[in-house]
């Protein structure tokens, strides 16, 4: 302990007076007994002194001695040298500064994308042993064309449940909107339908009140609802005392029983599958109200089933089990030709699998950023380290080892990559939060934080920054040779080419990972450039939508909705500022629902043959597709007399495939899901996009008075401001019946945006780094040639002494300069094309080697490489001869 203490008061740079005055009393003790030993053997006192000094080995000496031995040698080393460091840092605080803020960027951009990549990707789910759990889907090796997987049947899942030994549980999910009204304005939700054991697949039970029951899952005993804990914080103020309460949903008195834990972190709706649309987190859970042991085996492909398997079973164990299951129930259904079998999914591959792929190119990318920043840096302590070839040529000249030379450089880069990693990491906490502010559409964005995985990728990226920033210049410095450091140190020394290469390969570093980064953000951004200009089928500006609920008692009969949307659709038409309306209960770009078998009501399908495409069934306003501007290519849409007669208008493509080469006007569509007669088919209009980046589905048109529309979404052109279209549509709902919920009102434009956004985040970012490595290249490239310049200062001007024209000095450094940038962008290129099946799954309308792309990424790499040499290659041909030798 002594030892240590003292240890530390050295390293704060204090040693105690008493300790000073202990120390010098006590060895005045002693050369005062051997002065006297001295005299009394006959010497003069001032010999006596002077042999007695020499005995001792000098107070100064002894005393230094005495003290080295009290401390820890190694970490007094350590601490003189870093104490050296920071002196020569502070001696260049704008570099300095520059440099920690420069590594501080690089670090928390990184360690920021970092942390969202190990929340999403590489944390495990937050429920009992996640990797036990699966999502069940169907497929058929005949219908493969058609989807490669669909959603469950609740027959299958009552299968499963009943009979699969392999399964601990199995859960089915029903992604539905509730109406909650009373207390505040009605509010449309959105929920989930669950089978009672939904909680016990996941792992997970309430935190206040029950789970539902067995008998709760039947019909007319499902009015029973769980809370999801922000729903109960932010509608019911957290009140412990919600259990046992009745609240209205979709007009019926249902109670509370419990409320979820805060930390069930669920999928989003998506990320159930496709049938569920709407991309929002759940906030109510209901049973399902209806036994699915008395579901047909046949159709209503429409559910979610959450897999539990029992602990050490096989994933393809489950699934060999799940389909002896069904093989036998479509046997009893005669449905063997179908060929459905059943796959497992890892849930946590369900849930991030669109960002899995795109989190990893941008961790690459910032990843490359820092590199090229701490090469950056390394080529700044290269030239701190031919500034200190004088110092290291004295050091070994008097005695000094290889380690301590090689501490000259090392520790200054350190102390810069502790710095600046210690900045990094604040800000990478700032750039967490920024990130969950900005509502970017990425799953589990909710579970992303700074934790210990975070904490030691941070740690292993200053580690080896500290290594890329400061190994090669301090190992170039150890290697010094004392009389050529104390040469080259000369004012009129220069580098020779062998000096120079170590530099020029970093320039090309740099440069090889810039064009890259480039490549990465010019397709990127071209893709989404095409796929905001893709022909979407309809109109986007000048349109707003407004989705409203009828799902209340009232609006229990179809005939009660249908009378709803009659009077809704005047009335809105006459708002000032509207020129048309419509309806439709699904907007475009919100997914793909209702989907159905496409077949020709004329021709009889035999008993075991499959549909060959499935539509996309929408029901709309004759006005409807007027007011989105979807051209009518063949016959007539929807009119007033219609109401009497089943009819229907086909998207092209819709038509194409029934009818290919013929008209189909006059013809009959059906839909083979649902108990339904055929439609007559009275027009053909423009095929529309549900995605921007997929192909237009098979679309069928029905009149909304044919059909059950519990969730309509009125769309109107208008020619006045959104804001002022807003406050007119509620206060028309609003007449008709105050008690209807309405969702936000937005525009198509909005619509769009939010059907990109995610590929927008991933856009800005790629490009926000190509652009950072363009401009760190260039202060690259820029730093090595005009300290070459000044280091050939003595060179260049005997050149021009000697009658050296302007134009070959000027040719010399751009040549010198712009070698390694070809070099560099040629790997570059090269390593792009090669990795641009990577890309290529993130990409809309244009190829991964895009040869115009990589010709303009090379043009603007040149450019700016050019630039970046000019200036001092235009400092060279200005050099005076005869200053530049009187330097000599």
């Given at each position: 302990m002594t030892v240590l203490r003292t240890w530390f008061r050295r390293a704060r740079g204090v040693f105690t007076r008493r300790q000073d005055v202990e120390l010098a009393d006590e060895l005045n003790c002693h050369l005062d007994a051997h002065t006297a030993d001295n005299v009394r053997a006959g010497m003069a006192p001032e010999e006596a002194r002077r042999s007695a000094l020499l005995a001792l080995g000098g107070l100064q000496q002894t005393t230094e001695a005495w003290r080295d031995r009290r401390g820890i040698p190694a970490v007094d080393i350590f601490v003189r040298e870093g104490r050296y460091a920071l002196r020569a840092l502070g001696r260049t605080p704008s570099f300095t500064l520059v440099t920690i803020l420069t590594l501080a960027l690089g670090l928390g951009a990184t360690t920021t994308i970092f942390s969202v990549v190990n929340g999403v990707l590489l944390e495990p789910l937050k429920y009992r042993d996640p990797d036990r759990l699966y999502l069940g889907r169907m497929y058929a090796d005949r219908v493969t064309q058609i989807a490669p997987s669909f959603p469950v049947n609740a027959r299958h899942f009552h299968e499963w449940r009943t009979r699969c030994q392999s399964c601990e549980e199995v859960a089915l999910i029903d992604g539905r909107g509730f109406t909650l009204t009373g207390s505040g304005e009605p509010e449309r939700l959105a929920g989930l339908r669950v089978s009672y054991n939904f909680f016990r697949a996941l792992g997970s039970q309430p935190v206040l009140g029950r789970d539902f029951r067995s008998e709760e899952e039947q019909p007319g005993r499902s009015r029973v609802v769980i809370l999801s804990d922000s729903l109960w914080r932010s509608r019911f103020g957290g009140d412990p005392s919600i259990v046992n309460r009745t609240i209205d949903v979709d007009g019926e008195p249902n109670t509370v029983i419990g409320v979820a834990p805060p930390d069930l972190h669920l999928p989003k709706g998506e990320q159930w599958g496709p049938l569920f649309a709407h991309n929002r987190l759940p906030l109510l859970f209901r049973p399902l109200g209806f036994d699915p042991a008395q579901s047909h085996a046949g159709g209503e492909f429409n559910y979610a089933a959450l897999v539990r398997l029992r602990p050490g079973v096989d994933q393809r164990q489950a699934a060999a089990e799940m389909n002896a299951d069904i093989a036998d129930l479509s046997k009893q259904f005669g449905l063997d030709a179908f060929g459905w079998k059943a796959i497992l999914i890892p849930l946590r591959e369900q849930i991030t699998g669109g960002s899995r792929q795109s989190l990893w190119l941008l961790l690459g990318a910032v990843g490359a950023v820092l590199l090229i920043i701490c090469v950056n840096i390394g080529n700044l302590m290269l030239v701190r380290a031919v500034s200190k070839q004088r110092e290291a040529g004295i050091r070994l000249a008097l005695g000094a080892g290889r380690f301590g030379l090689f501490g000259l450089v090392f520790n200054e880069a350190l102390i810069v990559v502790a710095a600046g990693s210690a900045l990094g990491?604040?800000?990478?906490?700032?750039?967490?939060?920024?990130?969950?502010?900005?509502?970017?559409?990425?799953?589990?964005?909710?579970?992303v934080h700074v934790d210990w995985r975070v904490l030691v990728f941070a740690a292993v990226t200053a580690i080896v920054s500290a290594a890329i920033c400061g190994l090669f210049p301090a190992w170039r410095l150890a290697h010094a040779q004392p009389h050529d450091s104390l040469k080259s140190a000369a004012p009129n020394a220069t580098d020779g080419p062998h000096r120079r290469r170590l530099s020029e390969v970093l320039v090309g570093l740099e440069v090889a990972l810039s064009a890259m980064l480039l490549v990465v953000g010019s397709l990127l951004m071209l893709s989404f450039f095409r796929l905001l200009h893709v022909n979407k089928g309809f109109d986007v500006e000048h349109i707003v939508t407004q989705g409203i609920s009828l799902m209340s008692p009232v609006y229990r009969e179809a005939s009660a909705r249908t009378r709803f949307i009659d009077e809704a659709l005047p009335k809105l038409g006459g708002i000032a500022g509207v020129r048309s309306v419509g309806v439709v209960n699904q907007v475009p770009l919100q997914g793909e629902t209702w989907l159905d078998d496409l077949a020709d009501a004329d021709r009889p399908k035999r008993k075991d043959e499959l549909a060959g495409r499935t539509a996309n069934f929408r029901f709309v306003s004759p006005d409807y597709w007027k007011t989105m501007g979807i051209a009518l290519k063949q016959g007539r849409v929807f009119q007033a007399s219609d109401r009497a007669r089943p009819v229907a208008v086909l998207s092209e493509g819709a038509a194409r495939y029934l009818w290919p080469g013929m008209n189909p006007i006059g013809r009959h569509v059906q839909a083979t899901g649902r108990p339904a007669p055929s439609l007559e088919v009275v027009g053909v209009v423009a095929d529309t996009r549900e995605g921007l980046a997929k192909a237009p589905p098979a679309m069928v048109y029905e009149p909304y008075w044919l059909i059950d529309v519990g969730g309509p979404s009125f769309v109107l052109r208008t020619a006045i401001s959104p804001a002022v279209i807003g406050a007119a549509v509620r206060e028309?709902?609003?007449?008709?019946?105050?008690?209807?919920?309405?969702?936000?009102?937005?525009?198509?434009?909005?619509?769009?945006?939010?059907?990109?956004?995610?590929?927008?985040?991933?856009?800005?970012?790629?490009?926000?780094?190509?652009?950072?490595?363009?401009?760190?290249?260039?202060?690259?490239?820029?730093?090595?040639?005009?300290?070459?310049?000044?280091?050939?200062?003595?060179?260049?001007?005997?050149?021009?002494?000697?009658?050296?024209?302007?134009?070959?000095?000027?040719?010399?450094?751009?040549?010198?300069?712009?070698?390694?940038?070809?070099?560099?962008?040629?790997?570059?290129?090269f390593v792009a094309v090669m990795g641009g099946r990577i890309l290529s799954s993130q990409l809309y309308g244009i190829s991964a080697n895009d040869p115009p792309t990589m010709a303009g990424v090379a043009a603007l790499l040149l450019a700016v490489a050019l630039c970046a040499c000019w200036f001092p290659a235009r400092r060279a041909i200005a050099i005076d001869p005869m200053r530049a030798l009187r330097e000599q």
């Open positions: 990491i604040a800000l990478a906490f700032a750039g967490v939060r920024l990130i969950a502010l900005a509502s970017v559409d990425v799953p589990r964005i909710e579970d028309v709902m609003h007449t008709i019946d105050a008690n209807v919920p309405l969702t936000p009102i937005e525009t198509m434009e909005q619509v769009v945006d939010a059907s990109v956004a995610a590929r927008r985040f991933e856009m800005n970012l790629a490009i926000a780094f190509a652009l950072s490595a363009l401009v760190l290249a260039s202060l690259g490239i820029y730093g090595v040639l005009a300290f070459t310049v000044a280091r050939r200062t003595h060179e260049i001007g005997i050149r021009i002494a000697l009658g050296a024209r302007s134009t070959h000095v000027m040719r010399m450094v751009l040549k010198q300069g712009l070698r390694p940038v070809i070099g560099g962008l040629i790997v570059g290129l």
